[in-house]
């Protein structure tokens, strides 16, 4: 076994933020996205989502030569290390409550360094790690992407009348939901109890800007049209405080404790409770304002704890509130509203940067959350109008209304229903989200670069590499390892359990001087831990 | 994209400077329709064509 990317990351480094007077204990906010995409197989006879999703998956591996070559067994994940049982609260959880992992399924690396596989019966992506929030707004578009290739190439090998289309929502609007994860390193010695409190109260409330907006409800005893629009997918399927669950009975919270990394040192806590975004803005700010309220749990430096008297009846309320005016009930018996949570939370992460600096939340990027995050806010107090180009929940709703009024439609109106679930098609040609004058963040060259080039600045570096150098000898990879066969008998297994290391600063060098795996393997146990 | 400039620093002094330099409401207001109207014409071209077998149809498994 070799260790060299298990090491001590280098020292921070100095002079960028020397104002900031005290030490920040937050680790670097590595964070990725790990979404379900809604899929429809038409003009199939007896259409089964999970072998159109391993179809869609096949369809993209062969179309870009990342599948297998004849006699050689696919990259395949590697699941030796996996243990989504374990309860952050505390021990291993019961094995019946536990995810069922499907290791038989279409499972792939791409050089990306992503995880690209079918999860029950969903395609489903994940981003490779990336160090800040706009690097993740870059690889969910990435993603958006490699869908939207998959479609094609998977119309090249179904008949004519067939076709596979991928939405990128988290709700049929018949009780069924798929999620879209978000995954943040914090670090161990923090209390699991605080980040309960702050992320709680951040969750609650943040939909407010990071709703993708839905018609209609589907809460159980709730008829489907009782709610009208509200402005979260999720909020509906969201029963519990904590709790480890993820299909059903979905927490607030969740306690999956499997951090792909040094345990010794890092959580990663595994959030449930978003919406899919198709705003890149909205994507930003999700990841990046919770990156910084994680930052602020580590260090303690939230000014007061907002403990919402019944959180999950609160993330409801909060959901059907348009107005955003509703007030909260707070344990303490005062009220706070979202925005006026909101407001807090960024005043705190301002205050937080100011003082500690933003080493651990992306640096310069972490900036541009706070004053995005700070005109969102404003917009939405305003005229949530103001922010139509930038928020999900409101694009959807200025198409709906300007839809419904030109046609004078009914409000249950299926060419409604259809339009809410078409915004989040992913088809260039039928996208309406791509039609609804969103405010882009990132080019399309450089997305498309990152459909197959991972990023330079986290341990997904040294993944992506070794995918587009060595893949006839990597026999299997997965988050913190990658096994290779260079024919010397035993397999090797090179370690990654710091997702700071394996960058391009790190290890860029030594891929441009090795030749072959064997030699990679070689420098890499040379250089030692 | 001016009228976003403004929207991202609501700074106070900055938010009475763009007051005065924001074109009349009414003005501003029949951009913003026009724009709707843009759009609403390419969502009557893409919409699909049958939409309560296509709403019917769009049923996913639970995930996760």
Redesign the interface.
């Given at each position: 076994m070799l260790a060299s990317l298990t090491g001590r990351s280098g020292p921070a480094s100095p002079g960028a933020l020397s104002l900031a007077s005290v030490r920040a204990v937050a680790v670097p906010k590595t964070l990725g996205l790990e979404t379900?995409y809604?899929?429809?197989h038409r003009g199939a006879p007896e259409p089964n989502?999970i072998s159109a999703s391993s179809l869609l998956i096949n369809a993209y591996l062969i179309a870009t030569h990342q599948a297998p070559e004849p006699g050689r067994s696919a990259v395949g994940w590697d699941f030796t290390d996996e243990t989504p049982g374990n309860d952050a609260r505390g021990g291993a959880g019961a094995g019946a409550l536990a995810?069922e992992i499907e290791t038989h399924l279409v499972n792939a690396v791409l050089t990306n360094g992503a995880r690209y596989y079918v999860?029950?019966?969903?395609p489903?992506l994940s981003t490779p790690e990336c160090a800040d929030a706009r690097s993740a707004v870059v690889y969910d578009r990435a993603a958006e992407l490699i869908a939207a290739r998959s479609m094609e190439a998977a119309r090249m090998l179904l008949p004519p009348s067939e076709e596979i289309v991928v939405y990128k929502n988290n709700?049929?609007?018949?009780g069924?939901?798929?999620?879209c994860?978000e995954n943040y390193l914090v670090s161990r010695a923090v209390p699991f109890s605080r980040i309960v409190t702050h992320a709680t109260a951040h969750f609650v409330t943040r939909q407010i800007f990071c709703g993708a907006g839905k018609m209609g409800s589907e809460t159980s005893g709730m008829r489907l049209d009782e709610a009208g629009y509200q402005i979260s997918q999720r909020a509906d399927f969201i029963e519990e405080e904590v709790g480890l669950e993820?299909?059903?009975k979905?927490p607030i919270v969740n306690t999956r404790d499997e951090p792909h990394a040094d345990a010794a040192k890092y959580r990663r806590l595994h959030v449930?409770v978003g919406d899919a975004n198709m705003s890149q803005v909205a994507t930003f700010l999700k990841v990046g304002t919770t990156a910084l309220v994680m930052a602020l749990t580590e260090d303690d430096a939230v000014p007061r704890e907002l403990r919402f008297a019944a959180p999950v009846a609160a993330l409801r309320q909060v959901s059907r509130d348009l107005s955003l005016r509703e007030p909260l009930e707070l344990v303490d018996g005062s009220t706070i509203t979202a925005l006026g949570a909101q407001w807090e939370l960024l005043a705190a992460a301002r205050a937080y940067v100011e003082t500690r600096g933003a080493d651990a939340v992306g640096g310069e990027v972490a900036k541009e959350v706070l004053?995005?995050w700070?005109?969102v806010l404003?917009?939405l107090e305003r005229d949530p109008t103001?922010?139509a180009?930038q928020i999900d929940w409101v694009a959807k709703l200025?198409?709906l209304e300007?839809?419904r009024s030109?046609h004078g439609l009914d409000s249950q109106?299926?060419?409604l229903?259809?339009?809410d679930?078409?915004y989040h098609d992913l088809r260039p040609?039928?996208s309406?989200a791509a039609?609804?004058?969103l405010?882009t963040l990132v080019d399309e060259a450089e997305a498309e670069l990152a459909m197959t080039e991972p990023p330079p600045d986290t341990r997904a570096f040294f993944r992506g590499r070794c995918l587009q150098r060595f893949a006839a000898e990597v026999v299997a990879a997965n988050w913190d390892s990658i096994v290779f066969d260079v024919g010397e008998g035993s397999l090797r297994r090179v370690s990654m359990t710091e997702p700071t290391r394996g960058t391009v600063a790190h290890v860029g060098k030594m891929f441009d001087e090795c030749g072959s795996a064997i030699e990679l393997l070689r420098r890499l146990g040379a250089a030692g831990a | 994209m001016a009228e976003r400039e403004q929207i991202r620093r609501p700074a106070p002094a900055s938010r009475e400077q763009s007051v005065e330099e924001a074109p009349p409401a009414s003005e501003r207001g029949s951009d913003i329709k026009a724009q709707l109207d843009d759009l609403l014409d390419e969502i009557d071209e893409v919409l699909e064509t049958n939409a309560e077998d296509f709403v019917k149809s769009y049923i996913q498994k639970g995930g996760e």
């Open positions: 379900e809604g899929i429809v989502p995810p999860d029950h019966a969903h489903e709700s049929d609007g018949k069924n939901s798929y999620g994860h993820t299909t059903l979905r449930i004053s995005r700070e005109a404003g917009g103001e922010v180009a200025r198409l300007g839809f030109r109106d299926a060419r229903r259809a339009l679930i078409q040609a039928k309406l039609r609804a004058g405010e | -």
